[in-house]
Structure formats: structure tokens, C-alpha cells
């Protein structure tokens, strides 16, 4: 077989690890499953691994930040418990990034720290999609995070989803009409800009979304886990245009999911933001009082939901945040700036492998090429993304299928640029050109 002259990897070590460790389908790996599997093939092989599976940010942390938490921990709040819905600092500060950046007014009050924004999604789907017996839970405009639909899966809610390839502009109307007029979908969840696919919706989209969530009175979770990294625009300076596209704009029924990992390369701490619609808190749904004390959404997401999962978010961490937000409000700090890097460097991945037989599969915001981001999504021609995954196993290259984020393009593979360093660029491109070399001669 041509592909063993030039893998790196000898393609029966690849297969045996798969097959020990139980994948039957590669396709329908997991993130961490994927990370095993080449951590094991890697210490087998001896090969160093370009490794692009997991979006783990590779930037050191935001100084000001490290220091405020480190002054927190040594003015004793380790010792304290937190009030759950956060230090009046932070609370402060959340309220004044979404006005300077999404030009949103929510109060302080509804601005609260969550551990990470995964506690911020499952909090969000835990307690709205309690709001009306009747209904069943969540819509997930995919591709998506697996992990949203895994939470879903544990609170036990249905949910449903679509691949919005095929419904991007106006067409996505009449899809989310042919799914909410079933009267049973409490919320829409989606990522923007969007893991694992990069496309990031149009203001003209995200009108379409709220106009949507309001005339099914549904409410709209969306994740800002890339807060400001369309890199097309410049959506760095406070309080000033353009602002990041939210749906925020467009319909009262929202809630925020801003998380500190990517933007602040914060990861570690777990700490995130779940911002709450002023309106959307007040609302009352008899409903609720099914799982919580009181029938007000916001009294059931504080006292009910986050109370019980983690009575709070780490003391010392929400004082790191609170710094480094204000910094960011007060222009003294551009976060954007600082994760630039990703976006430079998936230009020039995306160059090598399409100058190498290699194509994009999402590749188009309607009439204009996606962005360069944290992550890209890409194909060869006559492989599943469960071959293709494999064949660069071979080749020292890992990444994960997007068969597993709910995308109907099961041929494609996502890459993550964030753990691919500068200095490993031309090992990447040789083994790509060794790869389409193999691969473009046997067929
Ligand atoms: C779309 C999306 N949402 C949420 C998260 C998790 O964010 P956090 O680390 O704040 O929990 C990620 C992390 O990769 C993500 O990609």
C-alpha cells in the first residue's frame, strides 16, 4: 500500500490502538477519547503529534487577572463562601462589558458568575426548560459543542436539532417556523461564532432567531465562547461600533453564555458569565413551581438551580475576572488583540491544506468567505471523516470528526489552531504534502 512509504506512523499501531481501546467507528469519537488515543499512539511511536483535536487555549493567561485573584486568595476569600449571584465588582463589571461590547443594557444583578460557561448552559437549560410542562426542551442549531447535548442528555430533556448548512439567510425562518410551531421546544441554543464550524450568523440571521424566539416565546441561550474573534471586524473597542452581532438586540427572551477560557485564556479557573435579560428574569411561570420555591425565573435560577449545583462560583476567581474585565472597559486592555494569533494562524493552516487536495467544508458566511478563527473544518476528496481521521493519525496529524457535533457533512474533520505552535507550521505542512502525495497517487 502506498500509504505506508511515507506514513510516519506504521498504519497497524494505529489500527491496533483504535481497535484496543474499543472504537468501533472513529467517526463517532470523542474529543477525549481522540486525545487518548493519540496520547497512546504518540508514546508508541515516538512521532510528536500536530495536534489539533482539543480547544484548549495556548496562550498564558491574562496577567492582571492572575494577579487580582492571587491578591483575593491572600486577603483571605478562600475561606468565605461566595454569594451566589457573585461580588458586586464583577456583577458590575459583566454589566458594563455587554454595554461596551454587544451594546446591551442588562442590570448588574443579572449578570452572574458561573463555573465556566458550561455551568452557565446547563443552568440555563436546566431551569427554562422547566418553564412549561408541556414543553419538551431544547432546539440545537448545529453543528454544536457535544457537550450541550450531553447536558441535556443528564437533565433528562429532548431535544432536537438541525445542521444550519443548508438554512443559512432567509431559509432559516421557515426551518426554525417548521420546528417551534410544534409548540414544544422551550429553547434554542446555539454557538456564534460557531464550534466546531466557524460560521458566524449575519445581524440579518440573529433578527430572524429573536423574532422567532418571540413569536414562539421561546428563550434564545447563546454562547459567546468566542466572544469578539470574528476577526473580520474589529470588535475590540469599548463602546464603540460595530459591537459583536448578539440576538440580544433583537428579542427580550435571552440569556448570554460569555465564557472567560478562550477570550481570556482563563480556562483553568473555571469562571464564566451567564447574563440574563432584564425582562426575561422578571418573568413568571407558574410552571416553575413544579421544581422551584418561587415562580420567578430569575429567583429560580439563583436560589433554585444554582444554589443546588454549586452554591456559587470560586471566590478567588471572580475577583481575577472582575480586574480584567475592567481593564477591558476601561480600554486598557484589548483582549481581542491578544488572541489575533488563533485567526493568523488558521490562514495559514488553511492554505496548506487546501494547496494540498484538501477542501473547506463550511467555508461561506452567505456572500462572504468565513473567518479565520479558533477553529476550521475541512475534507479530501473520497474519504469519511472517520477514514480521513485515521489516514492522519498515520501521518502525525489528529483532529476530531464533525460527525459527532450534530454536522450533516460527516466527511469533514474539525482542526483547533490553538495548540498548534508557530514552530510546528512547516512539520505540519511537510506531513500534509506527504499525505495528498500517497493519497492523490492511489486513486
Ligand atoms: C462553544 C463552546 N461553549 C462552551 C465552551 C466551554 O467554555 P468554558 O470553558 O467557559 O466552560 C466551549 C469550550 O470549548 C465551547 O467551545
Not at 477519547?33 to 496520547?39: C, H, R
Not at 463550511?362 to 462572504?368: I, Q
Request: hydrophobic share 40%.
Amino acid at each position: 500500500m502506498k500509504e505506508t512509504l511515507a506514513a510516519l506512523v506504521d498504519p497497524a499501531v494505529v489500527d491496533r490502538r483504535i481497535e484496543s481501546m474499543g472504537i468501533s467507528d472513529l467517526g463517532r469519537a470523542s474529543i477525549r477519547e481522540i486525545k487518548k488515543l493519540v496520547d497512546d499512539i504518540q508514546k508508541e511511536s515516538g512521532v510528536a503529534f500536530v495536534r489539533m483535536e482539543m480547544g484548549i487555549p495556548g496562550l498564558p493567561a491574562v496577567p492582571i487577572g492572575v494577579e487580582a485573584q492571587a491578591n483575593a486568595l491572600k486577603n483571605g476569600v478562600a475561606s468565605l463562601y461566595p454569594d451566589i449571584q457573585g461580588v458586586p465588582d464583577l456583577k458590575k463589571e459583566i454589566s458594563r462589558f455587554v454595554r461596551n461590547f454587544l451594546d446591551i443594557g442588562v442590570s448588574p444583578e443579572h449578570c452572574l458568575p458561573t463555573v465556566g460557561s458550561m455551568m452557565g448552559s446547563l443552568v440555563a437549560m436546566l431551569t427554562v426548560n422547566r418553564m412549561h410542562a408541556e414543553r419538551e426542551g431544547t432546539l440545537f442549531i448545529d453543528p454544536g459543542f457535544p457537550v450541550h447535548k450531553q447536558q441535556c442528555r443528564l437533565l433528562g430533556h429532548e431535544f432536537k436539532s438541525f445542521d444550519v448548512y443548508d438554512y443559512r439567510g432567509p431559509r432559516l425562518r421557515n426551518k426554525l417556523e417548521s420546528i417551534l410551531a410544534s409548540g414544544k421546544v422551550s429553547s434554542i441554543l446555539y454557538s456564534n461564532p460557531n464550534n466546531p464550524a466557524w460560521i458566524c450568523f449575519t445581524e440579518d440571521e440573529l433578527k430572524i432567531i429573536g423574532e422567532m424566539a418571540k413569536a414562539h416565546d421561546v428563550v434564545v441561550i447563546e454562547d459567546l465562547a468566542y466572544f469578539g474573534m470574528d476577526f473580520r471586524r474589529d470588535y475590540s473597542r469599548p463602546g464603540q461600533p460595530p459591537f459583536q452581532p448578539t440576538v440580544a438586540r433583537y428579542t427580550d427572551n435571552f440569556m448570554l453564555l460569555i465564557s472567560s477560557s478562550k477570550a481570556f485564556s482563563y480556562a483553568g479557573e473555571r469562571i464564566g458569565m451567564l447574563v440574563v435579560g432584564d425582562q426575561l428574569w422578571q418573568r413568571r411561570e407558574p410552571d416553575l413551581k413544579r421544581y422551584f420555591a418561587s415562580d420567578l425565573l430569575g429567583h429560580a435560577i439563583l436560589f433554585g438551580t444554582m444554589y443546588a449545583i454549586t452554591a456559587g462560583t470560586s471566590h478567588s476567581a471572580q475577583y481575577g475576572l472582575a480586574a480584567i474585565l475592567k481593564a477591558v472597559n476601561d480600554g486598557k486592555y484589548n483582549f481581542v488583540e491578544n488572541v489575533r494569533e488563533y485567526g493568523e494562524k488558521a490562514r495559514i493552516m488553511k492554505r496548506m491544506l487546501t494547496e494540498n487536495g484538501f477542501y473547506l467544508v463550511y467555508d461561506r458566511d452567505l456572500d462572504e468567505p468565513l473567518g479565520d478563527g479558533f477553529y476550521f473544518t475541512f475534507a479530501y476528496p473520497g474519504m469519511s471523516g472517520g477514514e480521513l481521521l485515521r489516514n492522519l493519525i498515520c501521518y502525525g496529524i489528529s483532529a476530531i470528526t464533525l460527525g459527532i457535533t450534530g454536522s450533516t457533512r460527516t466527511e469533514g474533520i474539525r482542526a483547533c489552531t490553538s495548540l498548534v505552535r508557530r514552530d510546528q507550521l512547516p512539520e505540519l505542512e511537510e506531513r500534509v504534502k506527504r499525505f495528498h502525495r500517497d493519497f492523490s497517487a492511489r486513486s
